[in-house]
């Protein structure tokens, strides 16, 4: 049996791979793990749960709160809010963890558990693991006073859109901003932020069913938000995923602009006010290396990490720097915030354009990009990628046929049942290329029974 924990969470189909007994067994481990590593401090424990418009959060909201409660804590129910707002209002409550009900970008039969420590920290895996080790445990149940209890937070959004309005110290006065909630958690707050903001505000896809979250929008799916961006003759677009950790663009010419791009954008702008920290940005393997040689053009050093946000936020930590990401969106600020946000984002990338009078297209321009193929190849053991020879010498074959002048990337996905193949090159065609005879040996060698 693999880790249950992922590179976000624990993830997959929900009720029949994150059920509702699997929930309220998580919540009292972790419960019962964080109160070990000393966040109790001996009072009265304190959990925050949130989760985004999925359905199946329902229940699962439910049954986290269920075992919270029966392991002696309380518990602030803040109902749809970002995964972010989640991790805010964990340190705004001073509260000893938080817990968010969300797959992120995933379909949304999936459905995950992400946990926060104090301060609205995401969780180390040795602590990850030691909540997965105590699952199922025999442990002593509180009675009576002891049992936690649960209140409602109706004024919690309200907060989350005083806090990211709070940050910026430039108004978005006149622009015109679409913006693509998918049917998610942000369908609410984001709208709310940029308008306080001032912005003119569009708003897409954000009328949440339970049933259409991440359905042909958002940040994954942005044919909508192009062409409504053209349509109505906006300055920008913006794309958040489900629970709006992610946020990515589009300029006023229908061009989407990736993390790599905002996340130039951001470094350069605080290398010009003297708040990059140590002069470096944090980013992840699957940066593409145009991004690599804009920050290298502009002085910025670039420190990287494997994939996943919780990465970048430990590099971040670890070297003191206030500013990573990755090219999906997960952008990092930690003077302003623990985890990354895509609300905060396009906030702070909007301040950009109305503190210079640029446009999105031009601050993008620093970064010109090699053409890049992504292969997700399913239906294979991605646990056995990094011992077949077959795959290393399929890999070793096309970056020998690059000479230097691209790269390859495979990797088995954190979030989703996967491998990844990446392939940068000079030309489309050849990545394209490269990149399925790897996925084919990948296939072949690697095939489930």
Known sequence: MGRLFGTDGVRGLANRDVTAELAVDLAVAAAHVLGDVGAFDGHRPLAVVGRDTRASGEFLEAAVVAGLASAG?????????????VAWLTSELDADLGVMLSASHNPMPDNGIKFFARGGHKLADDIEDAIEQRIGEEWERPTGSGVGRLTHDPGAGDRYVDFLVGTLDTPLDGLRVVVDCANGAAFEVSPRALERAGAQVTTIHAQ???WNIN?????????????????????VGIAHDGDADRCLAVAADGSIID???ILAMLAIAKKESQTLAHGTVVSTVMANLGFKIAMQDAGITVSETAVGDR????????????????QSGH?????????????????HGLAIMAKTGRSLADLSSC???????LVNVSGVDKDAVASSDAVTRAVEEAESALQGKGRVLLRPSGTEPVVRVMVEAPSVEEAQRLADSIADVVRVDLALG
């Open 73 to 85: 804590v309380d518990v602030t129910v803040v109902g749809v809010l970002p995964t972010p707002a």
């Open 208 to 210: 949440p069913n339970g």
């Open 215 to 235: 359905d042909d929008c958002g940040s994954t799916y942005m044919e909508s938000l192009i062409a409504t961006v053209r349509d109505g003759n906006a300055d």
């Open 259 to 261: 993390g790599d791009h």
């Open 311 to 326: 990465y970048v936020l430990e590099e971040m930590n670890a070297g003191g720097f206030v500013l990573g990401g990755e």
């Open 331 to 347: 952008i990092v600020m930690t003077d302003l915030a623990a985890t990354g946000d895509g609300v905060l984002t396009a906030l």
């Open 367 to 373: 970064v010109v990009k090699l053409p890049q193929v």
